[in-house]
Nanobody
Protein backbone atom coordinates (compact mmCIF):
# COMPACT_ATOMS: atom_id res chain seq x y z
CA UNK A 1 0.00 0.00 0.00
CA UNK A 2 1.28 3.47 -0.90
CA UNK A 3 -0.11 6.74 0.40
CA UNK A 4 0.51 9.90 -1.61
CA UNK A 5 0.19 13.45 -0.34
CA UNK A 6 0.45 16.48 -2.60
CA UNK A 7 1.41 19.95 -1.42
CA UNK A 8 2.51 23.28 -2.81
CA UNK A 9 -0.59 24.45 -4.62
CA UNK A 10 -1.96 27.94 -4.32
CA UNK A 11 -3.14 31.11 -6.02
CA UNK A 12 -0.59 32.86 -8.24
CA UNK A 13 -0.54 35.32 -11.10
CA UNK A 14 0.21 34.53 -14.70
CA UNK A 15 3.95 34.21 -15.23
CA UNK A 16 4.66 33.10 -11.67
CA UNK A 17 6.12 29.79 -10.54
CA UNK A 18 5.06 27.07 -8.14
CA UNK A 19 6.63 23.82 -7.03
CA UNK A 20 4.36 20.94 -6.20
CA UNK A 21 5.52 18.05 -4.05
CA UNK A 22 4.21 14.50 -3.88
CA UNK A 23 5.40 12.56 -0.86
CA UNK A 24 4.90 8.82 -0.64
CA UNK A 25 4.69 6.63 2.44
CA UNK A 26 3.78 3.08 3.37
CA UNK A 27 6.14 1.39 0.91
CA UNK A 28 9.39 -0.52 1.19
CA UNK A 29 10.73 0.00 -2.32
CA UNK A 30 11.32 3.02 -4.55
CA UNK A 31 10.65 1.10 -7.74
CA UNK A 32 7.49 2.94 -8.69
CA UNK A 33 6.75 5.38 -11.47
CA UNK A 34 4.98 8.63 -10.61
CA UNK A 35 2.76 10.80 -12.74
CA UNK A 36 1.26 14.22 -12.28
CA UNK A 37 -2.22 14.77 -13.66
CA UNK A 38 -4.58 17.72 -13.54
CA UNK A 39 -8.29 18.20 -13.78
CA UNK A 40 -10.01 21.50 -14.51
CA UNK A 41 -13.74 21.99 -13.83
CA UNK A 42 -15.83 20.24 -16.47
CA UNK A 43 -12.82 18.58 -18.08
CA UNK A 44 -11.29 15.13 -17.97
CA UNK A 45 -8.22 14.41 -15.91
CA UNK A 46 -5.17 14.81 -18.12
CA UNK A 47 -1.54 13.76 -17.97
CA UNK A 48 0.94 16.51 -17.17
CA UNK A 49 4.27 14.83 -16.52
CA UNK A 50 5.69 11.50 -15.39
CA UNK A 51 8.94 10.02 -14.15
CA UNK A 52 10.26 6.51 -13.88
CA UNK A 53 11.45 4.97 -10.63
CA UNK A 54 15.07 6.06 -10.92
CA UNK A 55 14.38 9.55 -12.24
CA UNK A 56 16.31 8.80 -15.40
CA UNK A 57 13.30 8.88 -17.72
CA UNK A 58 10.66 11.58 -17.84
CA UNK A 59 7.73 12.49 -20.04
CA UNK A 60 5.56 15.57 -20.26
CA UNK A 61 2.53 16.83 -22.11
CA UNK A 62 3.09 19.17 -25.04
CA UNK A 63 1.13 21.87 -23.25
CA UNK A 64 3.69 22.11 -20.46
CA UNK A 65 6.94 21.28 -22.27
CA UNK A 66 9.57 23.90 -21.60
CA UNK A 67 7.65 25.25 -18.59
CA UNK A 68 7.18 22.31 -16.20
CA UNK A 69 9.90 19.98 -14.93
CA UNK A 70 9.38 16.76 -13.01
CA UNK A 71 12.07 15.34 -10.72
CA UNK A 72 12.33 13.00 -7.78
CA UNK A 73 14.45 12.61 -4.68
CA UNK A 74 14.07 9.01 -3.60
CA UNK A 75 15.90 9.55 -0.31
CA UNK A 76 12.94 11.74 0.67
CA UNK A 77 10.30 9.66 -1.14
CA UNK A 78 9.26 12.82 -2.92
CA UNK A 79 8.51 13.76 -6.51
CA UNK A 80 8.45 17.41 -7.51
CA UNK A 81 6.72 19.31 -10.27
CA UNK A 82 8.37 22.65 -10.91
CA UNK A 83 5.94 24.87 -12.78
CA UNK A 84 7.25 28.04 -14.38
CA UNK A 85 5.59 30.66 -16.57
CA UNK A 86 2.18 29.64 -15.33
CA UNK A 87 -0.84 30.50 -17.41
CA UNK A 88 -4.54 30.78 -16.51
CA UNK A 89 -5.09 27.58 -18.53
CA UNK A 90 -2.94 25.75 -15.97
CA UNK A 91 -5.64 26.29 -13.35
CA UNK A 92 -6.76 22.88 -12.09
CA UNK A 93 -6.57 20.39 -9.26
CA UNK A 94 -3.23 18.62 -9.58
CA UNK A 95 -2.96 14.98 -8.58
CA UNK A 96 0.03 12.72 -8.27
CA UNK A 97 -0.27 9.01 -8.91
CA UNK A 98 2.02 6.01 -8.57
CA UNK A 99 2.35 2.47 -9.87
CA UNK A 100 4.92 -0.20 -9.12
CA UNK A 101 7.20 -0.20 -12.14
CA UNK A 102 10.92 -0.89 -11.90
CA UNK A 103 11.74 -0.07 -15.51
CA UNK A 104 12.27 2.88 -17.84
CA UNK A 105 8.60 2.94 -18.78
CA UNK A 106 6.61 6.04 -17.79
CA UNK A 107 2.84 5.46 -17.90
CA UNK A 108 0.86 8.25 -19.55
CA UNK A 109 -2.76 7.34 -18.84
CA UNK A 110 -4.83 7.42 -15.68
CA UNK A 111 -5.73 3.74 -16.15
CA UNK A 112 -2.11 2.71 -15.69
CA UNK A 113 -1.74 4.17 -12.21
CA UNK A 114 -2.90 2.44 -9.07
CA UNK A 115 -2.32 4.85 -6.19
CA UNK A 116 -3.62 8.42 -6.14
CA UNK A 117 -3.28 11.43 -3.89
CA UNK A 118 -6.11 13.74 -2.88
CA UNK A 119 -4.99 16.61 -5.09
CA UNK A 120 -3.86 20.19 -4.59
CA UNK A 121 -5.51 23.23 -6.14
CA UNK A 122 -3.51 25.49 -8.45
CA UNK A 123 -5.17 28.72 -9.53
CA UNK A 124 -3.51 31.11 -11.95
CA UNK A 125 -5.05 34.54 -12.34
CA UNK A 126 -4.56 36.65 -15.46
Amino acid sequence: QVQLVESGGGLVQAGDSLRLSCTASGHTSNKYAVGWFRQAPGKEREFVAGINWSGGVTASADSVKGRFTISRYNAKNTVYLQMNSLKPDDTAVYYCAAVWRGSDYVPLSTREYFYWGQGTQVTVSS
